[in-house]
């Protein structure tokens, strides 16, 4: 069964800093991997989609990376801004036809200070 | 409209009411997606369809029961709720299988 797991579960930084959130997984065999950010009390809002066969995605001020052999990703967010305080999840989807399943990590909470 | 919009987005609930969770995709998405998110736990996919058949169950309780009339719009039928189903319950929808999926802002449930 894939588990994700996501560290630190919360994170407090000074505004301006660059920061890096993690994201592991214990099954390698997956499809592709997703970045959301959740605010408190809402939905997610999708921030980066990387495909297994992908290294990396970029928008904007973030960057994802993706080490499918070691189950890791990495998101990796620059200059850090106060509107950056959310909740950030990764969720893995696995490789195989016809699963819809996403399985989530519980989140790294991230509160960036002005 | 835009997006997934979901209503009510605030619902309180007794153990005994029955209620019903809607969700619209304004996207032409062809697959629908419930999910249960509670304190501390990670998010827990409920049901899933695609082209308005269920293809995914995910051992939830007959107390929630889905419906999917059209590929646009998904249901979430609630009928002698437990404490312990109060949570957010988020809708969300995809092109198909594997693609990006796009979240609801949620329907926080309270159940009394």
């Known amino acids: 069964k894939q588990e994700v797991t996501q560290i630190p579960a919360a994170l407090s930084v000074p505004e301006g800093e660059n920061l890096v959130l993690n994201c592991s997984f214990t099954d390698s065999a997956i499809y592709n991997l997703q970045w959301f950010r959740q605010d408190p009390g809402k939905g997610l809002t999708s921030l980066l989609l990387?495909?297994?066969?992908?290294r990396e995605q970029t928008s904007g001020r973030l960057n994802a990376s993706l080490d499918k052999s070691s189950g890791r990703s990495t998101l990796y967010i620059a200059a850090s801004q106060p509107g950056d305080s959310a909740t950030y999840l990764c969720a893995v989807r696995p490789r195989g036809a016809g699963s819809y399943q996403l399985t989530f990590g519980k989140g790294t909470k991230l509160s960036v200070i002005p | 409209e835009t997006g997934v919009t979901q209503t009510p987005r605030h619902l309180v609930m007794g153990m005994t009411n029955k209620k019903s969770l809607k969700c619209e995709q304004h996207?032409?998405?062809?697959?629908m997606y419930w999910y249960k998110q509670s304190a501390k736990k990670p998010l827990e996919l409920m049901f899933v369809?695609?082209?308005?058949?269920?293809?995914e169950n995910n051992s939830v309780p007959s107390r929630f029961s889905p419906e999917c009339p059209n590929s646009s719009h998904l249901f979430l039928h609630l009928h002698t709720l437990q404490p312990e189903d109060s949570a957010l319950y988020l809708c969300?929808?995809?092109?198909?299988?594997?693609?990006?999926?796009?979240f609801g802002p949620g329907t926080r449930l309270t159940v009394t």
């Open positions: 969300a929808s995809s092109q198909g299988n594997g693609y990006e999926q796009y």
């Open positions: 996207l032409g998405h062809n697959a």
């Open positions: 990387i495909q297994s066969s992908q």
């Open positions: 369809y695609s082209l308005e058949e269920r293809v």
